[in-house]
């Protein structure tokens, strides 16, 4: 395959190099603030517009992406949070984080867009409709995000280490998810075994595991 430009494309057009390449970068800056705002709205907070994620539009400027991080880092008032202590001194075996959800239209095609798992079992109601689950479901991966929700929701600063997964049951779009990781072990050296599972509002556990990290105190502490 050659890597030059078909000569249409410099000369059919009728436009100067300078202009083109202009145009052609400015689709490029646009694709970056479309995948910025994607990313924001599989986090579940809006545009710097105030528009609601699920009109995200290359419109948006990039000042998003120089936002100070507290103003994302605790995300929308929608989400729900209980942790045993809020004192990183006092993490111990039995010690819990339990982070609630709901799995939204705006989170499966953000997470699609951002992840690029494009899968139709996720995206494409009518093909869905012909699988075994009947009907569009969330990402496996998505649904486990809010394991990492959790965890970065105990006292101190959260760094993964590694994750094992079991997947049970689907999740439907527009479904509530509780993510519940509780501490099983003291490792050392501010390392610590977890278990972790993620249930639906009916208590169906859809998601089990077990993850390895790192709490250590904030540096802001």
């Not at 924001?40 to 994620?53: D, I, K």
């Not at 809020?86 to 959800?101: C, H, I, M, Q, S």
């Not at 991966?141 to 394991?147: E, F, K, N, S």
Request: proline letters at 4%; hydrophobic letters at 35%.
């Amino acid at each position: 395959m050659s890597s030059n430009c078909p000569e249409s494309d410099a000369t059919d057009a009728g436009v100067p190099p300078n202009e083109h390449w202009s145009s052609v970068s400015k689709h490029v800056v646009n694709s970056y603030v479309e995948a910025n705002n994607a990313l924001l709205a599989a986090m579940g907070f809006s545009s710097s517009s105030g528009e609601p994620t699920g009109t995200l539009t290359a419109r948006h400027q990039p000042e998003t992406v120089d936002a100070p991080v507290t103003e994302v880092a605790f995300g929308d008032e929608s989400w729900l949070m209980e942790r045993s202590t809020d004192e990183y001194e006092d993490l111990a075996v039995g010690d819990y984080v339990r982070f609630t959800k709901s799995i939204e239209e705006t989170d499966v095609s953000a997470f699609a867009q951002v992840s690029g798992d494009t899968n139709r079992l996720h995206l494409a109601e009518s093909f869905a409709e012909e699988t075994q689950f009947g009907g569009r479901i969330a990402h496996g991966t998505l649904v486990a995000g809010t394991i990492s929700a959790a965890l970065a929701r105990f006292p101190g600063l959260t760094i993964y280490l590694s994750q094992d997964l079991e997947f049970h049951a689907p999740v439907e779009i527009g479904e509530t998810v509780t993510a519940d990781c509780e501490i099983v072990e003291v490792l050392g050296d501010t390392r610590y075994r977890l278990h972790t599972t993620v249930e639906t509002a009916d208590e169906e556990t859809v998601i089990d595991g077990e993850a390895i990290v790192v709490i250590q105190e904030s540096p802001d502490a």
